[in-house]
């Protein structure tokens, strides 16, 4: 059996809110392993809204996520989401606390992020924030996916998050003068989680490319001094690695549109974009409730130095919006 791991971020552009990076680890026969999964769950999931007929739509999480509502705008990233959990796991998912449990949600420095959440006034009182979904409907979609993946001898083995609020972003760019080069770092950590857990496995990693790089050696080196490393290719397209020991064998690949490519990669996408899109909720309602008729924000530049401006013309404590934990360097 092979194991395949996708991993993808979301809130990279952003100047509000997390970056926040997830992996989804599929195990899979190994002659299925160069197919496509969209195909062969075909049963259970789909790319197009259109086409789901109440199956699981699974893509890259910018086709899905809807502007202009204030409802429903993120409903099939939550649907996926909580979907391929109650696949993993048929534990009761009902509050942001428990969906970060069940995602295994930890910072980078391996602390619990509900510790980490409730530092930020805004973020207090994540841990029984409810989830509003409904409950029927993930429990027959998560059951024709288990059913679909059983027939295809497919588990969907984990979904893990790893959330990067404000305050410590800045501190790591402060210390790496790099934002590429934080957001790797969680992808790094990922990427040496599952070596760890599945290292005995034909192991497959797949990652969204970040900021069109190309090569990934050296950074891929340092992190596994210990192994062979083959560059079987670097393009634009796609850049994968090799790496042995006398005993294990992993590969890497970095894919160019990989959320639109990768099934695995899609549902990383997803995951991560929920869980941002849910922090940014507790952010603006915080927000909103101090400063009526304030209008809420994405966090992506244009507009999150709107809301900063707005922010300036109400009287609020200092502890209420200190910029360190607000705002994230550029």
């Not at 100047?15 to 680890?25: E, H, M, T, Y």
């Not at 086709?63 to 009761?92: E, M, N, P």
């Not at 003068?177 to 497959?204: C, D, G, M, P, T």
């Not at 099934?263 to 507790?282: C, F, G, N, V």
């Amino acid at each position: 059996m092979a194991v395949i791991v996708g991993i993808d971020e979301a809130g990279y552009g952003p100047i509000l809110g997390p970056l926040v990076v997830s992996a989804a680890i599929f195990e899979v026969p190994d002659d299925l392993i160069d197919r496509s999964l969209w195909e062969i769950l075909r049963k259970s999931v789909c790319k197009q809204r259109s086409a789901s007929n109440g199956r699981i739509v699974i893509n890259d999480s910018k086709k899905l996520y809807t502007t202009g509502r204030s409802h429903g705008k993120y409903d099939c990233l939550q649907r996926g989401v909580l979907s391929g959990l109650a696949a993993i796991d048929r534990t009761a998912i009902r509050t942001f606390g428990q969906l970060l449990q069940a995602l295994d949600g930890v910072d980078d420095i391996g602390k619990n992020c509900l510790d980490s959440l409730s530092e930020y006034p805004w973020y207090a009182c994540a841990s029984d924030q409810p989830l509003k979904f409904d409950e029927d409907d993930i429990a027959t979609a998560a059951a024709a996916l288990v059913r679909d993946m059983r027939n295809n001898n497919i588990r969907l083995k984990a979904i893990w998050t790893r959330p990067l609020l404000a305050g410590r972003f800045n501190e790591m760019v402060q210390t790496l003068n790099n934002k590429a080069v934080v957001s790797f770092s969680l992808v790094a950590q990922l990427i040496y989680q599952a070596y760890q857990k599945h290292n005995r496995a034909n192991l497959q990693i797949v990652i969204d490319k970040q900021s069109g790089r190309s090569h990934y050696r050296d950074q891929l080196q340092r992190m596994f001094p210990d192994l062979n490393m083959k560059i079987l290719k670097e393009h634009d397209a796609v850049s994968s690695y090799h790496l042995t020991d006398s005993s294990r064998s992993m590969k890497i690949h970095f894919l160019q549109n990989g959320d639109q490519r990768q099934l695995p990669i899609a549902l990383a996408s997803m995951t991560s974009k929920y869980l941002r899109e849910l922090l940014m909720e507790m952010l603006n309602t915080y927000f909103q409730r101090h400063c009526p008729g304030i209008t809420p924000t994405a966090g992506y530049y244009k507009d999150g130095c709107r809301f900063l401006a707005d922010l300036e013309k109400f009287n609020l404590a200092p502890n209420l919006a200190p910029e360190f934990l607000l705002v994230r360097r550029k």
